[in-house]
């Protein structure tokens, strides 16, 4: 993608979307750090339907680890994984309380830190919970910023360092939120709906897309 063209592909999106929210759903820091710790190979849905079940009942890492691995697994055993996550969130819970007095701490070393906490997880509750211009780069983000020409490169972490250097500072805290949605709903794997795509002209993906016969 020309230089030129990332701050009308940025503005473009910002004006179908203005405060774009990640679709897991959290009240709190801990809620959020939670839900995206279950939400590895799940979808966003499949963790929404377990942790409003979950989050009422224990909303705090105290109340977690209070559940045991068999209560904590009796509330997510409908997520992939859901024994491992369980384990880890655990594990955690039990960090955050003896090491960050029962909050989530704001620094992704401390974050990964955390059992199943990953670089993305980090960036996602740095970005989303705190504000901060992080760029977690998931399976969508990757193939968006690669087939576009935004920021391609062979692993998430060279597209997350381009992402970084060419998304400008103005549309950089909800960058990631942006290109999720565009990623999971436009611009998808298999084919994208590029008739669809506000951003399309913008786009080095030349095989554009068409839509399907009336």
């Known amino acids: 993608m ?6 009308p ?7 179908a979307n203005p405060q774009p929210e990640t679709e897991l759903e959290y009240t709190s820091a801990f809620e959020l750090l939670a839900a995206v710790l279950l939400s590895a190979q799940a979808t966003d849905v499949s963790v929404n339907k377990a942790t409003r079940r979950l989050f009422p009942v224990a909303s705090t890492p105290q109340k977690i680890l209070a559940l045991g691995q068999e209560g904590l697994e009796s509330y997510i055993k409908s997520i992939g994984l859901y024994r491992t996550k369980a384990k880890n969130l655990l594990a955690t819970c039990a960090i955050l ?3 960050h007095g029962g909050r989530v701490p704001r620094t992704r070393e401390a974050l990964q830190a955390l059992p199943g906490v990953g670089r993305k997880t980090a960036n996602v509750v740095l970005n989303t919970a705190f504000g901060e211009p992080t ?4 399976t969508h983000i990757f193939r968006v910023s690669n087939r576009t020409g935004l920021a391609p490169g062979k692993n998430v972490v ?3 360092m381009k992402l970084l250097k060419r998304v400008p500072p103005e549309f950089m805290v909800d960058a990631h939120h942006w290109l999720i949605l565009l990623g999971r709903y436009v611009c998808t794997a298999r084919k994208p709906l590029c008739w669809r795509c506000a951003v399309a002209p913008f786009c080095d993906y030349k095989p554009k897309t068409e839509p399907p016969p009336a």
């Open 2 to 7: 020309k230089k030129e063209n990332i701050k």
């Open 9 to 15: 592909f940025f503005a473009t999106l910002k004006a």
């Open 97 to 99: 309380i003896e090491q």
């Open 135 to 138: 760029m977690a780069v998931d």
């Open 158 to 160: 060279e597209v997350e």
